[in-house]
């Protein structure tokens, strides 16, 4: 908590863990239904995907 690495790594711990939680409350990845790695990991992308469509405009907008 000394140094500023810190800090700044704690700010991109953030942004990760909101990508993370919208993906598993709104993007439905709580629980998946699908089996097989496969399936589940093109399921996930297309979660990512979703998550940064629904940030687009706030991202343009800044």
């Known amino acids: 908590t000394r140094h500023e ?3 700044l790594s704690q700010k991109h711990r953030k942004r990760i863990e909101e990508a993370f939680g ?9 629980q998946t239904v699908y089996r ?3 399936r589940v990991r093109s ?3 297309l979660t990512m995907v979703a ?3 629904a940030r687009l405009p706030r991202l343009l907008a800044a």
């Open 5 to 7: 690495s810190h800090a």
């Open 22 to 30: 919208w993906a598993k409350t709104v993007g439905g990845m709580a």
């Open 36 to 38: 097989r790695i496969e």
């Open 43 to 45: 399921r996930f992308i």
């Open 51 to 53: 998550n940064n469509l």
